[in-house]
């Protein structure tokens, strides 16, 4: 089993830069695959970012790509979503979710955390 637990998020304007944490416990997870995705109201939720735990390899949306670095701390446990250049239509809640494959499919994540509000105003 594995517990992720997010912070950070907010509301800046467009153009501005928010950042996200997402502290992992439990099993080991160094073999999972971390990954972000968004759900904007009436929207179904949409993969963002993923980066491979034992190697750090990382894809990203092409939505996001350049504005958006995913990262990891090992020794903490913690992934990381720094969002810079933020536009209206990055508002939604993120989640943070675990798999065991490098996958961009919802289906492929097992654990998920709680949510985070970003909001992005024009």
């Known amino acids: 089993q594995v517990q992720l637990v997010e912070s950070g998020g907010g509301l800046v304007q467009a153009g501005g830069s928010l950042g996200l944490s997402c502290a992992a416990s439990g099993r080991t997870f160094r073999s999972y695959t971390m990954g972000w995705f968004r759900q904007a109201p009436g929207k179904e939720r949409e993969f963002v970012a993923l980066?491979?735990?034992?190697?750090?390899?990382?894809y990203y949306a092409d939505s996001v790509k350049g504005r958006f670095t995913i990262s990891r701390d090992n020794a903490k446990n913690t992934e990381y979503l720094q969002m810079n250049s933020l536009k209206p239509e990055d508002t939604a809640v993120y989640y943070c979710?675990?798999?065991?494959?490098?996958?961009?499919?919802?289906?492929?994540?097992?654990?998920w955390g709680q949510g985070g509000q970003v909001t992005v105003s024009s």
């Open positions: 980066i491979n735990w034992s190697r750090g390899s990382t």
């Open positions: 979710a675990a798999g065991l494959y490098a996958s961009t499919a919802r289906a492929q994540y097992a654990y």
